[in-house]
């Protein structure tokens, strides 16, 4: 399954806007109020397939011979795919419920006591972590979990996930035995975890608002490794100089507003030789404003 682009139309600064997705990362950049987070919220609306208002959102898949175009907007859903209606609802159903968007992640509910149970779809705001880490590990926390780890907190020893008195408790354990909870854990950490589990799950599309947040630049250059590595499709946003540099120009899309209205372009093999001429970095390249000449 092959998401092949996505758009939004009338939703804050995004009046009509595509996101072509030729590449299986791709890295959103742009200033402050480009309509970063807007790309998010969506994804996050066609998830649940409830819209946004008046504003119309959509994507579309390939799934083998079969191609589907679904929109969802304005009290209204549309279907068009080369392929017969039932496959084709197949299909866009098989995306929607392999789409995972990580947005304004709640902090205080993440790290927040749970009552014992499995929850088999993460929230946008990732409240429900510790039920759906349950979910995708069955309380046995793999071995794989605790070395991504290790990227945002190189001293972890071991990692567990238990129901202690009908609450899930998740214990870190440092080499010089600290223990931690979720409670205590630090941001960079916690944020791993949710991402690598969502990559456990093997969604048809992930997507995550502000990438870097709580990130050093190691552990972002490791995620954006593991995101390149699990055959998923990834949209991340992100202000990130670490990212832009570590990312290839071609994986990059750039929000731009003009007169209000964003603008998206996906860079391309003119940035390889501008990247060479003025011999900067991409996020330098990006800054400068030559990109704009």
Not at 252 to 277: F, T
């Amino acid at each position: 399954m092959e998401p092949k682009k996505f758009w939004v139309r009338g939703h804050k600064s995004l009046r009509d806007v595509t996101i072509e997705l030729p590449t299986m990362l791709t890295a959103v950049a742009g200033p402050c109020c480009s309509g970063k987070t807007a790309l998010i919220e969506a994804l996050g609306a066609l998830r649940r397939g409830a819209g946004l208002g008046s504003a119309a959102v959509g994507v579309e898949v390939w799934d083998g011979g079969c191609r589907v175009a679904y929109e969802v907007g304005g009290g209204r859903k549309t279907l068009m795919a080369t392929c017969g209606s039932g496959e084709a609802e197949e299909v866009v159903q098989k995306f929607l419920g392999g789409l995972i968007v990580i947005g304004d992640i709640d902090w205080k509910a993440v790290r927040g006591l749970k009552p014992a149970g499995r929850e088999e779809r993460l929230l946008p705001d990732a409240s429900n972590f510790i039920p759906f880490l349950y979910a995708a590990t069955g309380g046995a926390v793999p071995d794989s979990l605790v070395e991504a780890l290790r990227y945002a907190l190189p001293s972890v020893s071991d990692l567990r996930l238990a129901a202690d008195g009908g609450v899930l408790v998740l214990r870190l354990t440092t080499e010089d035995g600290a223990v931690m909870t979720q409670a205590s854990m630090p941001t960079g950490a916690l944020k791993t975890l949710i991402i690598e589990t969502a990559l456990m799950m093997r969604p048809s599309m992930i997507a995550v608002d502000n990438f870097e947040c709580g990130l050093d630049a190691e552990a972002q250059q490791f995620l954006i490794d593991e995101l390149r590595s699990r055959g998923v499709y990834a949209l991340i946003t992100t202000h990130s100089d670490a990212v832009l540099d570590y990312v290839k120009p071609e994986e990059v899309v750039l929000l731009r507003l003009s007169n209000g209205e964003a603008k998206a372009r996906r860079l391309g093999g003119e940035v390889e030789e501008a990247l060479k001429r003025h011999r900067l970095t991409l996020s330098e390249l990006i800054h400068s404003g030559l990109l704009e000449q």
